[in-house]
């Protein structure tokens, strides 16, 4: 398993055990996958993001339709591993159910994609952090050889 999504893993059960003493407690604090499917469904009842809907219609097979709600509900064994991660059991290694986990307690940059995005570019910059400071350290020894020659013979004239 990549290093990145281990992180992204990590990172959705650090804001899981935040939410879940939050506003949506009666859904997070003990999960189940009835609770979990019904928080589901509260949340993207309410203008969910369009990788939000990709994410749904990934992990379920069917697009979200607030008219469906009943086909919906045969869905709940989908919610198996959600549970099982929340719960510390399992390590989910179905991608789009680790995804639907962060819809539910809002992580961001979700989903995974954006995560892996973010995470290179930062990764990115602390390499390039890390070269501007290893040519910092060369120019500051450039500079400090020039003054110590210098001085030297300074010395040298007394």
Not at 78 to 98: H, L, M, Q
């Amino acid at each position: 398993m990549s290093t990145i999504l281990k992180e992204y893993k990590k990172a959705i059960k650090i804001q899981y055990e935040i939410e879940k003493k939050g506003k949506h407690f009666d859904y997070l604090e003990s999960p189940s996958r009835g609770k979990l499917r019904d928080f589901c469904w509260l949340i993207f009842e309410n203008n969910p993001t369009q990788d939000d809907l990709n994410v749904f219609r990934n992990l379920f097979s069917l697009d979200f339709d607030h008219t469906k709600k009943n086909k919906f509900k045969e869905q709940k064994d989908k919610f198996r591993p959600i549970e099982t991660f929340f719960k510390g059991e399992t390590d989910p290694v179905n991608i789009d159910a680790i995804n639907m986990a962060a819809i539910l307690v809002d992580f961001e940059p979700r989903p995974f994609k954006k995560f892996h995005d973010k995470y290179r570019t930062e990764e990115g910059k602390q390499i390039e952090n890390s070269e501007k400071k290893v040519i910092s350290i060369f120019k500051w020894r450039k500079r400090y050889k020039a003054i110590e020659r210098n001085f030297r013979q300074m010395i040298a004239l007394f």
